[in-house]
């Protein structure tokens, strides 16, 4: 249990999970105006599933806990 409280209290992990925030929140404005739009929906989940990897690869603070 020790070891899991540590682990989430890490920079790496905090780092890591505001990245992953990140990448849903794109993907959920992205989403949001597509329905807001009325777009159709095959459009809207296209568009939302792009969105997501391309803000995570743009995002600078992936290289802060990268892979290992």
Do not use: C, H, N
């Amino acid at each position: 249990m020790d070891k899991l409280i540590k682990k989430l209290q890490s920079k790496e992990f905090k780092a890591a999970f505001k990245s992953y925030l990140r990448a849903v929140l794109a993907s959920a404005v992205t989403m949001g105006i597509a329905f807001a739009t009325e777009m159709a929906p095959e459009y809207a989940i296209l568009i939302g599933g792009l969105t997501a990897p391309l803000v995570k690869w743009a995002d600078r603070a992936e290289q802060e806990f990268g892979l290992k």
